[in-house]
T-cell receptor, first 108, second 117 residues
């Protein structure tokens, strides 16, 4: 069974700072998902990647398959980026295996 | 109405009662997933449907939980004889294809907040 670990659990930063959230997983996966969950509870898929790097606006996600590790970066962070960021591994037939999430607060 | 919709958005019930939660996936999405997020806990996989195939029920926490998907579209998650520990947000997601090697973005619904008193 895949285990997905995220760090840090909580992160508070000042507006404008560069943010990195890390995710590691224990077994091979077909894809790694990064999700964002706002205080209202809605979940949005940010990235799905199986190799290399993807970029959407100020968000960048990278994955290293050999090291079973992925990172989510936020450049020029803004208070509206405050949310829970969740990584999840996809493999086999069991939907997604989720990390516990990183609670990010960006202070103005 | 392009997204995944779920109903009801909130449900309060008494212990021992049955509840039924509904999910309408995005039109054309063949894969449908149910997840649960308990208070202060991470997301947990419950069950997965791929088209009209028999579902993968490996994540269901007990035999009080069951799910159906009619016509490869709408799905209902039923919890019988609810217990207080069933209180959680139940999330549904859909994608164009399923797991097992197929990589497709999952689109999440807003969830149903279930409170069992």
């Amino acid at each position: 069974k895949n285990e997905v670990e995220q760090s840090p659990q909580n992160l508070t930063a000042q507006e404008g700072e560069f943010i990195t959230i890390n995710c590691s997983y224990s077994v091979g996966i077909s894809a790694l998902h990064w999700l964002q969950q706002h205080p209202g509870g809605g979940i949005v898929s940010l990235f799905m990647l199986s190799s290399g790097k993807k970029k959407h606006g100020r968000l960048i996600a990278t994955i290293n398959i050999q090291e079973k590790h992925s990172s989510l970066h936020i450049t020029a962070s803004h208070p509206r980026d405050s949310a829970v960021y969740i990584c999840a591994g996809e493999g086999g037939a069991d939907g997604l295996t989720f990390g516990k999430g990183t609670h990010l607060i960006i202070q103005p | 109405g392009a997204g995944v919709s779920q109903s009801p958005s909130n449900k309060v019930t008494e212990k021992g009662k049955d509840v039924e939660l509904r999910c309408d996936p995005i039109s054309g999405h063949t894969a449908l997933y149910w997840y649960r997020q308990s208070l202060g806990q991470g997301l947990e996989f419950l069950i997965y449907f791929q088209g009209n195939s028999a579902p993968d029920k490996s994540g269901l926490p007990s035999d009080r939980f069951s799910a159906e998907r009619t016509g490869g579209s709408v799905s209902t998650l039923t919890i019988q004889r609810t217990q207080q520990e069933d209180s959680a947000v139940y999330l549904c997601a859909s994608s164009r294809q399923g797991s097992g090697g197929a990589q497709e973005t999952q689109y999440f619904g807003p969830g149903t907040r279930l409170l069992v008193l």
